[in-house]
């Protein structure tokens, strides 16, 4: 062990200790970037678009030219409508949208639906 000075003060520091390396297999690339992706946010946009993607195939052709998935929090979908005629439909069908939902997602994934009105833009 030796001593230096720091701001005028004796500190002592270990030239022979390397930092400390846990003992076992080697962790994956995959399991890595996972964990980083997931530090990012990335699991929770994956899961939005995966949302967004069941939403588009459960409403239909019709409804999706005036409904739009826009947000997902906490169990909320915020669906865009292009009107207010629009978003009392959806309000309307709300309880079927989720049930159908429902069948292709995880539990609990979608629990609420609400309406903004806005433009329509194409994805």
Do not use: C
């Not at 297999?25 to 993607?53: C, D, H, M, T, Y």
């Not at 865009?80 to 439909?89: G, K």
């Not at 309000?91 to 806005?118: D, N, Q, S």
């Amino acid at each position: 062990m030796g001593m230096t000075e720091v701001y005028g003060r004796p500190v002592k520091y270990r030239r022979d200790v390397k930092p400390k390396r846990a003992k076992g297999q080697p962790e994956s690339a995959a399991s890595i970037l996972a964990k980083v992706v997931a530090g990012l946010g990335g699991a929770e946009r994956a899961q939005e678009v995966n949302v967004f993607s069941v939403f588009d195939e459960v409403v239909g052709a019709h409804l999706r030219k005036y409904a739009q998935a826009d947000n997902l929090r906490q169990g909320t979908l915020f669906v865009r409508v292009s009107s207010a005629a629009m978003a009392h439909q959806v309000t309307m069908l709300r309880e079927e949208i989720i049930t159908k939902m429902a069948i292709h997602l995880p539990t609990g994934t979608i629990t609420e639906i609400r309406t903004r009105v806005g433009a329509i833009t194409e994805r």
